[in-house]
């Protein structure tokens, strides 16, 4: 069976922990955990613990941003 072009392959895409998340966005952990909780920010749970995907990472912060100036 082929495969679409425009279809992910989850082994494609990198996730990133939450506390990466955090970093990145210089935001404390807390603050990803109500992201992703309220829906803001998808994520996969594996086992006890939450992966993001950077992709998702990057959508998010390129909606969220706006000109000041």
Sequence with gaps: MASEPSEIHLAQVQFLTVAEVAAMMRVSKMTVYRLVHGGELPAARVGRSFRV?????????????FDAG
């Design 53 to 65: 995907p950077k992709s998702a990472v990057e959508e998010y912060l390129r909606s969220a941003y």
